[in-house]
């Protein structure tokens, strides 16, 4: 059954731009458990559509499984799912249909049943592109749970432990223009913001660092762009960089050290973009503690964590102190061309979902 579900899901082009087509994924998705004891609303924040499917009519479940919808663009045959032996390949079948195909293959096989449990679904539609109008706004309207199902991160089970924060910021440098014969008359912009740009890069260990899981600050150089001419010394130049960082350093301390570096440089200008704080996840939890001991009997091992280099809606649970599970079957190439998800792994996934629920979900 996940796996007609999951071919549904992923003939869906669900990019996060397009409001209709995750509009009409959501519909599709509600119209198959709409007979079933459970109450649905559909948000539209931002534009962006959500669903929040439950068996209690409460914005409150006790346990929910959130999933995004929206995925990265992809050529159009990797919107048709495809099967090779047992691997999966399509868009969004690791990142993350996956999820919402084992949440309806749930909701269904729990069936009538579904109104002795208190739980939830909650699908989302702007993941991929920072998750304000889905999950971030919809806790800021009330939506609680106890313990928040969210396998995005993480893979081949591994259990996401935390993940790297990030800063976007535009460095702008203002010279004075003259020929370019004459450097004397003018200050060359593009000269102040390499050199500035080279003393923000000194406060991070370079590649290769030698630390095999590089759980590490990082700094990128994403973009660059000043100058008219080789003759001319260009007044103006701007950049746009990344960081990304461990929970050691809070995003405060971070903008603390690089504008110490900017007081050196008067003709600078920085401007945060974006920020995102680094988390931990709540592993003493209950509910935690229970998901990760029903995932070990099932997979007869002891359970492995991961740290992550990016950042996902998990994030927004854990700021409102809710505990969350991250993790995921095999697969990968999430956001390539090759993306894939086992599917015997995928089956897996949700025995282990269900086992879970039958054992905390009822009330
Ligand atoms: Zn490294």
Redesign the pocket.
């Known amino acids: 059954m996940v796996k007609s579900i999951l071919k549904r899901l992923v003939s869906y082009k669900t990019l996060s731009a397009d409001h209709a087509t995750n509009l009409l994924a959501l519909r599709w998705f509600y119209n198959q458990v709409k007979a079933l004891p459970v109450h649905a609303k559909f948000y539209s924040l931002g534009g962006f559509p959500s669903l929040l499917i439950t068996t209690r009519k409460t914005r409150q479940p006790k346990i929910l499984l959130a999933a995004h919808m929206d995925v990265v663009n992809a050529s159009p045959e990797m919107f048709r799912l495809q099967q090779k032996g047992t691997k999966l390949f399509g868009r969004g079948t690791f990142d993350m249909k996956f999820a919402a195909a084992s949440y309806l293959a749930t909701l269904k096989d729990l069936g009538p049943r579904l109104k002795d449990y208190d739980l939830g679904v909650l699908l989302t539609t702007d993941e991929e592109i920072g998750g304000e109008h889905g999950v971030k706004a919809l806790l800021q309207k009330g939506l609680r749970c106890e313990f928040c199902v969210i396998p995005d991160g993480g893979s081949n089970w591994s259990i996401e432990q935390g993940a790297k924060g990030a800063i976007q910021m535009r460095v702008e440098s203002v010279g004075k223009s003259a020929h370019g014969s004459r450097i004397w008359q003018g200050k060359n912009a593009i000269d102040q913001l390499i050199k500035f740009l080279d003393q923000i890069r000194a406060l991070f260990?370079s590649?290769p660092?030698g630390?095999p899981d590089?759980w590490?600050h990082t700094f990128n150089l994403g973009q660059i762009s000043g100058g008219m001419a080789a003759n001319s010394i260009p007044d103006y130049a701007e950049a746009k960089i990344n960081i990304r960082l461990t929970e050691k350093t809070s995003i405060a301390q971070m903008l603390r050290r690089l504008r110490e570096i900017k007081r050196n440089y008067p003709q600078i200008k920085l401007t945060v973009l974006s920020a995102t704080a680094p988390y931990r996840i709540l592993d003493k939890a209950p509910l935690f503690r229970k998901f990760v001991s029903v995932l070990e009997q099932n997979r007869h091992r002891k359970a492995v964590f991961t740290r992550s280099h990016g950042a996902c809606d998990a994030r927004y649970f854990l700021m409102h102190d809710i505990p969350v599970v991250s993790l995921r079957p095999v697969g990968g190439g999430h956001h390539s061309e090759e993306e894939w998800i086992d599917l015997k792994s995928l089956e897996q996934f949700g025995t282990v979902l269900k086992q879970f629920l039958l054992e905390n979900a009822k009330r």
Do not use: L
Request: some cysteine.
């Open positions: 260990p590649e660092c630390m590089h590490h």
